[in-house]
């Protein structure tokens, strides 16, 4: 467990998306958010796995100051191997990568071997077997519930069963991996979401496109905490 996650598996855990924010008052929205938020979520797209471009390690290395919570970068990019050390340097506690996208193998071994923390994504469409051969080697399974690339797009609750299926594979095989939810999360689904077995819920516009979004996170988390 790294040192700056908090929770344990079974816990709710919010992360923002910083995606949905204003980036030129980063710093300060991560300070304001930093007492009612477990991990913040730092979206990298490459333009190729995903039609955007986001942000890379040097915004990510800015942003370390600014908030005691666990950095959580999901990687959707086509060649993680050549991006993930730059990240762990950058001050990454986490490194997610897309089980579609190439050497994801090698991929998870060489963020094992950089001493962050391992995540295997899988987008909407993208099977829960596909995973599972990997489900000793790392230590969070990001479910997407948008196909990636935009923050703001709406939930799919085809998504649901799949959840359902891993938080039993995940309960059964691998207790410590973390079972992280990511797209369309706001006070409408964070309920069933925890209910089919998500515990650390991504959140983008829910938070940053909030009037307040210090008190929206606090109102994600207890709707969470209620299911
Ligand atoms: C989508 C990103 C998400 C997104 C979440 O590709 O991985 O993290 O920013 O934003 P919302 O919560 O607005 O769906
Ligand atoms: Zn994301």
């Not at 069963?161 to 991996?177: F, S």
């Not at 008190?215 to 969470?224: H, V």
Request: glycine share 8%; aromatic share 4%; hydrophobic share 50%.
């Amino acid at each position: 467990m790294s040192p700056r996650d908090p929770g344990s598996p079974a816990a709710v855990r919010i992360a923002p998306s910083i995606l949905a924010a204003d980036f030129a008052s980063l710093g300060p929205a991560l300070r304001q958010l930093d007492p009612a938020t477990d991990w913040v979520h730092l979206d990298v797209m490459d333009g190729h796995f995903v039609p955007n471009l986001t942000l890379g390690p040097a915004l990510v290395a800015s942003l370390r100051p600014h908030s005691s919570r666990l950095f959580d970068c999901h990687l959707m990019v086509t060649d993680p191997r050549h991006h993930l050390e730059a990240f762990a340097r950058a001050g990454a506690d986490s490194c997610t990568v897309h089980v579609e996208a190439h050497e994801v193998g090698a991929a998870i071994a060489d963020a094992r071997a950089l001493g962050v923390r391992v995540g295997l994504a899988l987008n909407p469409d993208t099977p829960a077997s596909a995973v599972l051969d990997h489900l000793g080697d790392v230590d969070v399974i990001l479910v997407m519930s948008v196909f990636p690339g935009f923050a703001g797009q709406a939930f799919i609750p085809e998504v649901l069963g799949k959840v359902r299926d891993l938080r039993d594979e995940i309960d059964t095989h691998a207790p410590r991996v973390d079972l992280e939810i990511d797209g369309g999360i706001d006070q409408d689904t964070a309920a069933d979401v925890v209910a089919a077995g998500a515990r650390v819920l991504v959140a983008g516009s829910a938070i940053f496109r909030a009037a307040d979004p210090l008190g929206a996170a606090r109102a994600l988390r207890q709707r969470a905490q209620s299911a």
